[in-house]
């Protein structure tokens, strides 16, 4: 079974920086890709950047320019950097991995469960 947990989520002031990782356990997997997400209350999840398995990334436009997301595929890890906070970048922030999964012998989509950030003066 595969396992993503996301850490980092903080409240910091507008301007301010703050990176969130995220660290995908278990067993006999790959990582095909790694995202991050986020949500506010009563509006749907949104793409913030994707990093896939030749290290291409895909960065929302209010990302661009202000977030870089990287991923450690031998750690099985993925780290969000967020620079230039405003207060419209308060969202639960959630990872997603796509992996193949040897014990299952299929592709499997984790989430986690989420990290809080809030930028707030």
């Known amino acids: 079974q595969v396992q993503v947990v996301e850490s980092g989520g903080d409240t910091v002031r507008p301007g301010e920086s703050l990176t969130v990782s995220c660290q995908a356990s278990g067993s006999s997997f790959t990582i095909n890709a790694m995202g991050w997400y986020r949500q506010i209350p009563g509006k749907d999840r949104e793409l913030v950047a994707n990093?896939?398995?030749?290290?291409?990334?895909e960065y929302a436009p209010h990302a661009i320019g202000r977030f870089t997301a990287s991923v450690n595929f031998a750690k099985n890890s993925l780290t969000l950097i967020m620079n230039s906070l405003n207060p419209e970048d308060t969202a639960t922030y959630y990872c997603?991995?796509?992996?193949?999964?040897?014990?299952?012998?299929?592709?499997?989509?984790?989430w986690g469960r989420g990290t809080q950030v809030t930028v707030s003066s």
């Open positions: 997603k991995a796509l992996v193949w999964s040897y014990a299952v012998s299929k592709p499997l989509e984790i």
């Open positions: 990093v896939d398995r030749f290290e291409n990334v």
